[in-house]
């Protein structure tokens, strides 16, 4: 796979499509064997099968976010809330000058509660923007890929995330998966404490459960039920 979308902007002015897709990512830690950009490499996987599949305009990646809670960690890399609501806002006036708009934000990153509010706000007036994939369609991606583990316990360098990896970059994982299971199921404060205080590995998962033909499954669930969210943008009002 790659990161960057390669389309020239003949080929935007030719595809004139009406939607834009923004992968949002992050910079931290997940454990050993999984690189920084693991969720970079998440949102991008999921932005480019959507955006293929219903022939929308990719953008890049946001690379850093909202990481605070992996602070702990060596190599994690922050943004505040209010600089990355300002990126996407950016993102959305510049796109709305030059005809395309809405947008949709495929987040990687489940620490990027921000993202939430700033769709609800954009919303406001008509359809503008939409959150994907949301708890609804990662637990039905789950199901279809006959996932082990809930979204619940597998939070964090766990089953899900390796088996995405897996199957489009098997490439950037390094050894220590199959023996780096660690299971923290209790964490009402993780807000306060950070995950510091809940795994000394920066992992709460089981790695182990994964597969590239989970991957596969995961990616071709998330790209089918893209297209409720793309339906309630595009519907007319």
Not at 70 to 86: D, E, F, M, Q, R
Not at 112 to 138: C, G, H, K
Not at 157 to 164: C, D, T
Request: charged letters at 20%.
């Amino acid at each position: 796979m790659t990161l960057l979308p390669t389309a020239t902007s003949v080929d935007e002015r030719r595809r004139a499509a009406k939607v834009a897709v923004l992968p949002v990512g992050s910079f931290e830690q997940h454990g050993t064997y999984l690189p920084l950009v693991t969720d970079t490499v998440v949102a991008c996987s999921i932005a480019e099968r959507v955006a293929a599949a219903y022939d929308l305009f990719l953008l890049p990646p946001v690379t850093i976010s909202c990481s605070h809670e992996h602070s702990a960690w060596p190599g994690t890399v922050s943004i505040s809330h209010s600089t990355l609501t300002a990126i996407i806002s950016d993102v959305l006036g510049s796109l709305r000058q030059s005809g395309t708009d809405p947008l949709a934000l495929v987040n990687g990153h489940g620490g990027n509660y921000v993202l939430s509010n700033i769709v609800q706000e954009a919303n406001v007036e008509r359809p503008t923007m939409t959150l994907f994939p949301v708890r609804e369609d990662w637990n039905a991606a789950r199901e279809a890929a006959g996932l082990a583990s809930t979204g619940h316990d597998d939070m964090h360098a766990g089953e899900l995330e390796v088996s995405v990896l897996r199957h489009v970059a098997p490439e950037l994982l390094k050894p220590g998966v199959e023996d780096s299971d660690h299971h923290a199921s209790e964490r009402k404060l993780l807000l306060v404490h950070g995950m510091a205080a809940y795994t000394e590995t920066g992992v709460i998962g089981a790695p182990s459960n994964a597969s590239a033909d989970k991957g596969r499954m995961l990616l071709d669930s998330l790209t089918a039920t893209f297209k409720e969210h793309l339906d309630a943008l595009t519907a007319s009002p």
